[in-house]
């Protein structure tokens, strides 16, 4: 009796084990069977700030490239709110088929230490690659202003205290934290004055509404280009290509001052993986061509040579400790653990 009752053990496991089988093996020809049909209607990419930024430029150029390629609509839609919060929940609530995806960029690993966010930027949706990276932000100040140096600004400051002010794209943005670093930093007490946007804050620089400002770089160079307002420095790592002149952060004695911008693509948790592999195929294709460059590279921005799910994930885990730490720097307590 108890041999027969091994065997009968024996029997239901090899079935329960054949069934489980079946069942993932249907479940990946499922998932394949979609990724072969897919795409067959309109893509919505959606840009969680307005029309006209950092994040809604390369995106369109990206929809319009990829349209061309895929013989369906692919087109963007804008949802701004509560610092990107607003589009990004969209998109993760929204069905895992392909059909709509987040353009997501570096307030995503920001807001985690700032605000209460009902998602991980992470590891809550299927990362499928970058799109561009960059651009700086770079320190401009009123072409009228005393200082034409970071030095002569910095020692403004202490010798006037609370009087220097600078724009900024309110609290937890890049501009924000690059004033609250560089006050930490040299000891000074610039105010901040929040506008609705880096656009707005330059444009605030250029009436001398406020002294100066940390802004991205197509916004710093048109000002500077104008003759409105003086560039001091860049916060990248390196000189930008197309202005050399204007020395880094790092060079002029003032570490740790990089703040660049990035955008990114990703889908809805649990999308099939093989319809990640076709859109990272497609990003790729777009953003690796001489057309897609011509019109992003005269914004400050790049594209990654290596660029798939993977490094893009390694990316976003790097970038969000050392907005962690930038996050100290202004009294935060982080969201997260």
Request: hydrophobic fraction near 45%; include cysteine; charge should be neutral.
């Given at each position: 009796?108890?041999?027969?009752?091994?065997?009968?053990?024996?029997?239901?496991?090899?079935?329960?084990?054949?069934?489980?089988?079946?069942?993932?093996?249907?479940?990946?020809?499922?998932?394949?069977?979609?990724?072969?049909?897919?795409?067959?209607?309109?893509?919505?990419?959606?840009?969680?700030?307005?029309?006209?930024?950092?994040?809604?430029?390369?995106?369109?150029?990206?929809?319009?490239?990829?349209?061309?390629?895929?013989?369906?609509?692919?087109v963007v839609e804008n949802k701004p709110g509560a610092s990107?919060?607003?589009?990004?929940?969209?998109?993760?609530?929204?069905?895992?088929?392909?059909?709509?995806?987040?353009?997501?960029?570096?307030?995503?690993?920001?807001?985690?230490?700032?605000?209460?966010?009902?998602?991980?930027?992470?590891?809550?949706?299927?990362?499928?690659?970058?799109?561009?990276?960059?651009?700086?932000?770079?320190?401009?100040?009123?072409?009228?202003?005393?200082?034409?140096?970071?030095?002569?600004?910095?020692?403004?400051?202490?010798?006037?205290?609370?009087?220097?002010?600078?724009?900024?794209?309110?609290?937890?943005?890049?501009?924000?934290?690059?004033?609250?670093?560089?006050?930490?930093?040299?000891?000074?007490?610039?105010?901040?004055?929040?506008?609705?946007?880096?656009?707005?804050?330059?444009?605030?620089?250029?009436?001398?509404?406020?002294?100066?400002?940390?802004?991205?770089?197509?916004?710093?160079?048109?000002?500077?280009?104008?003759?409105?307002?003086?560039?001091?420095?860049?916060?990248?790592?390196?000189?930008?290509?197309?202005?050399?002149?204007?020395?880094?952060?790092?060079?002029?004695?003032?570490?740790?001052?990089?703040?660049?911008?990035?955008?990114?693509?990703?889908?809805?948790?649990?999308?099939?993986?093989?319809?990640?592999?076709?859109?990272?195929?497609?990003?790729?294709?777009?953003?690796?061509?001489?057309?897609?460059?011509?019109?992003?590279?005269?914004?400050?921005?790049?594209?990654?040579?290596?660029?798939?799910?993977?490094?893009?994930?390694?990316?976003?885990?790097?970038?969000?400790?050392?907005?962690?730490?930038?996050?100290?720097?202004?009294?935060?307590?982080?969201?997260?653990?």
């Amino acid at each position: 009796m108890a041999a027969n009752m091994g065997r009968r053990i024996v029997t239901c496991r090899a079935a329960f084990a054949s069934l489980a089988i079946a069942f993932l093996g249907g479940l990946l020809a499922h998932s394949n069977a979609v990724a072969q049909q897919y795409p067959t209607r309109p893509i919505t990419l959606v840009v969680p700030f307005a029309p006209g930024g950092l994040s809604d430029v390369p995106a369109r150029v990206l929809a319009a490239e990829m349209q061309m390629r895929i013989v369906h609509s692919v087109v963007v839609e804008n949802k701004p709110g509560a610092s990107g919060v607003t589009g990004a929940t969209y998109v993760w609530r929204a069905n895992p088929d392909g059909y709509t995806l987040l353009v997501n960029a570096l307030a995503d690993v920001q807001n985690l230490h700032y605000l209460a966010v009902p998602y991980d930027p992470i590891q809550d949706f299927a990362l499928i690659g970058m799109i561009t990276d960059g651009p700086p932000l770079v320190l401009i100040v009123n072409a009228n202003v005393p200082y034409r140096s970071i030095d002569e600004l910095i020692a403004y400051a202490k010798d006037n205290p609370n009087t220097m002010s600078f724009g900024t794209s309110g609290p937890a943005t890049s501009p924000a934290i690059a004033v609250t670093q560089l006050n930490n930093f040299a000891h000074t007490h610039i105010v901040q004055v929040p506008y609705r946007g880096s656009a707005l804050a330059a444009a605030a620089v250029a009436a001398n509404e406020v002294q100066g400002s940390f802004v991205f770089y197509p916004n710093a160079r048109s000002l500077f280009d104008s003759g409105l307002a003086r560039a001091l420095a860049v916060t990248s790592p390196h000189r930008i290509a197309s202005w050399t002149e204007i020395p880094t952060m790092d060079e002029l004695g003032y570490p740790g001052f990089h703040h660049a911008g990035f955008v990114g693509l990703a889908a809805p948790p649990n999308t099939p993986g093989p319809i990640i592999e076709y859109l990272n195929r497609e990003l790729n294709e777009v953003i690796h061509s001489s057309s897609f460059k011509s019109k992003i590279e005269p914004l400050g921005m790049t594209v990654p040579a290596m660029n798939t799910p993977e490094t893009f994930t390694a990316f976003m885990h790097k970038e969000l400790e050392r907005q962690r730490e930038l996050a100290k720097l202004s009294g935060h307590q982080t969201q997260i653990k």
